[in-house]
């Protein structure tokens, strides 16, 4: 009987060996499954958004980008932006430094509400806004350079795509290099459609309200105007290579005006260089000094 009750007793033992260890796998197996669903959450960036705020009130630090909590800088959003995202600015900001999107990211910037506010430029003797990846669109926002003179231009795309929309200006910025008065396109394209580009300087040299440098530029509506080149020509635009080996820039304006322009030398309004073309196919080009069109070719 002795021996029976051994047995019995060694034979629980087991089982309960044998469970502890059963229950031991099936817990190792759960965190490391629990572990892997952590790490592929975290790559997959919880903290991206798609809706993010900016206001001048705002606070990168404790801000979570949202329209009670905002961030303040364009900076801290556009990092914390989806991969397509709109970024909403909720009031006047003054740009100190320059402002980079460099991710393949499909960006809306506008303003919160109806009204249009603006990005202003501070201490940035520099662009306010470099676009060298993805495809921004430009809503209700505006930005200015102050009538300070400065190195650079204010919105610059270079290997991206840049659609600048209704209600949407970039105005009173003076340059005194050679990057054009108002915006740049480099191996870019330009899409225009209803915005101002106005009362831009170049005053180092061509291209008062856009350069565009082996690049492509649709013109749907909008205005081009105001805009001056001090001491060379395309006082409205100016298309070129952007080196001596690179293709030439294509303008195409199907609707708009560029009017009231200046330059210093030829094509008040637009002036391109050999190896670029222009096509006009509705839009007004007028009221331009010294001619409204100018070419070397």
Partial sequence: MGRHKSRRRSKQGKIIIITSICLLFIMTAGYAAFSTNISITTK????SKTNIYVSNAGNDETGKGTKDNPYQTISKAYDFAASEATIYVMDDLIIDESIDFDQDKKITLTSEDTEVNSLLRGQTNQYLLM???GEVTMTNITFDGQNKEVNFNLVSVMYATLNLNEETTIQNNISSADTGGGSGAYYSTLNIDGAKIINNQARGGSGGGVVVASADMIM???EISGNTANNCSGGGIIL???SENDIGSTF???????INNTASYRGGGIYFETGSTYS???GTVTNNIPTDVGTNG
């Fill in 131 to 133: 676009i060298t990846a």
């Fill in 44 to 47: 997959g960036n919880v903290y």
């Fill in 220 to 222: 749907n509506g909008g």
């Fill in 280 to 282: 006009n196919e509705g």
């Fill in 252 to 258: 195409t304006l199907k609707n708009g005006q560029i």
């Fill in 240 to 242: 070129w290579k952007a």
